[in-house]
């Protein structure tokens, strides 16, 4: 009941788009990178993905790569008494084996930093993923509306 | 739920029970003494609405209002809190005619009034964003009781960390109740009903 009214509320805020996409390297799958659309003048931008690693090694992004800004990190998101606090991961993202790490609003993100131009709806764009082990692969981010929440029910 | 994970909670309550209720037993008195019913957080301030025009706190009185802190450069909690209130306020319609919302930036240096429209133009037009002087915009976070902080990250940008609850004001100016970034947006939506009395 109480799942069914947050679905609800969820839907009737913003809700992305359940269709999924997906990217394999190796034993990693690489599961929706999304984008949010900014503001015209916006300089900076946020990513949203999740991972899974079927291997039996930990890997690590240890970088990511695209070419609507310079410099893209991965950030984490903590809220210490109602205060938000974002800082760079800069030893990269584990990704243990059998699991799963999910980069979404609330939590760990990826940020785009100085940004090209504003990123827009419809225009999907690309970006290259560094892990240490599984190499490079390259993913296309699907652009969402501005305040886009992770569609609550998409799960694999 | 396992025997070992209701001992283990029964265990933690009792700990709290233990540690709570002398905490209780000795606030009793003082409490009485130190209500003076006046509120304490907030207070009047004169910032740059979005749209270029001095906005006054005193155009809030009589009228329930909600206030966050936020900054444009922010992309995951700042357009979330505010695309939620979009949504709140797109389901209250009518109902919230009275009602104002207020995102005050606390990266003033980076958001200009200009660069604050264009962050909103993507969300509820009533959603009124507030700018000022650093000097302004300190006494506002002071005022509220929240907290801003400038984080240098490598590469020459910045973040910052900010305080993410929503703040919601009676008619009367008096803070009734916060929203809280986890909490479930059934519960928020409910709190700004009851605030609203609808």
């Known amino acids: 009941m109480k799942k069914a009214l947050f679905l609800s509320l969820a839907a009737s805020v913003l809700t992305v788009s359940a269709v999924a996409h997906a990217f394999d390297k190796g034993p990693l799958k690489i599961d929706h990178p999304w984008s949010r659309e900014t503001a015209a003048q916006a300089s900076t931008g946020a990513g949203f993905l999740s991972i899974q690693n079927y291997g039996k090694t930990p890997d690590r992004l240890v970088a990511i790569k695209s070419s609507i800004s310079d410099d893209v990190q991965v950030h984490t998101m903590t809220m210490?008494?109602?205060?938000?606090?974002?800082?760079?991961?800069?030893?990269?993202?584990?990704?243990?084996?059998?699991?799963?790490?999910?980069?979404?609003?609330?939590?760990?993100?990826?940020?785009?930093?100085?940004?090209?131009?504003?990123?827009?709806?419809?225009?999907?764009?690309?970006?290259?993923?560094?892990?240490?082990?599984?190499?490079?692969?390259e993913v296309t981010f699907k652009v969402e509306p501005a305040g886009a929440k992770p569609a609550a029910g998409h799960q694999h | 739920m396992s025997l070992k994970t209701i001992q283990?909670?029964?265990?933690?309550?009792?700990?709290?029970?233990?540690?709570?209720?002398?905490?209780?037993?000795?606030?009793?008195?003082?409490?009485?003494?130190?209500?003076?019913?006046?509120?304490?957080?907030?207070?009047?301030?004169?910032?740059?609405?979005?749209?270029?025009?001095?906005?006054?706190?005193?155009?809030?009185?009589?009228?329930?209002?909600?206030?966050?802190?936020?900054?444009?450069?922010?992309?995951?909690?700042?357009?979330?809190?505010?695309?939620?209130?979009?949504?709140?306020?797109?389901?209250?319609?009518?109902?919230?005619?009275?009602?104002?919302?207020?995102?005050?930036?606390?990266?003033?240096?980076?958001?200009?009034?200009?660069?604050?429209?264009?962050?909103?133009?993507?969300?509820?037009?009533?959603?009124?964003?507030?700018?000022?002087?650093?000097?302004?915009?300190?006494?506002?976070?002071?005022?509220?009781?929240?907290?801003?902080?400038?984080?240098?990250?490598?590469?020459?940008?910045y973040t910052m960390d900010h305080t993410a609850s929503v703040f919601l004001f009676g008619a009367d100016g008096r803070l009734v109740s916060t929203l809280d970034y986890k909490e479930n947006p059934t519960v928020k939506l409910q709190k700004i009903k009851n605030l609203l009395g609808v």
């Open chain 1, 80 to 137: 210490e008494g109602g205060v938000m606090r974002m800082r760079e991961l800069k030893n990269g993202l584990t990704i243990p084996p059998g699991g799963e790490v999910k980069l979404q609003p609330g939590a760990e993100h990826i940020m785009f930093m100085g940004l090209k131009g504003p990123i827009k709806l419809g225009e999907d764009f690309t970006a290259t993923l560094v892990f240490e082990r599984a190499g490079e692969v």
């Open chain 2, 8 to 157: 283990v909670a029964l265990w933690a309550l009792a700990a709290a029970a233990a540690i709570a209720l002398p905490i209780a037993y000795l606030s009793q008195t003082p409490v009485t003494q130190r209500s003076s019913g006046v509120a304490t957080v907030g207070g009047p301030f004169v910032l740059t609405a979005a749209n270029g025009q001095p906005f006054d706190s005193k155009s809030l009185v009589g009228k329930p209002y909600a206030l966050f802190f936020g900054f444009t450069h922010c992309p995951d909690v700042c357009p979330t809190t505010t695309a939620e209130m979009t949504g709140f306020l797109g389901e209250l319609g009518d109902k919230a005619k009275d009602f104002r919302v207020l995102f005050v930036t606390v990266d003033p240096a980076r958001d200009t009034p200009e660069a604050l429209k264009d962050f909103l133009s993507s969300f509820d037009p009533r959603i009124v964003g507030l700018s000022g002087s650093q000097e302004k915009i300190d006494a506002v976070v002071r005022a509220y009781g929240a907290v801003a902080t400038r984080v240098d990250l490598d590469g020459g940008n």
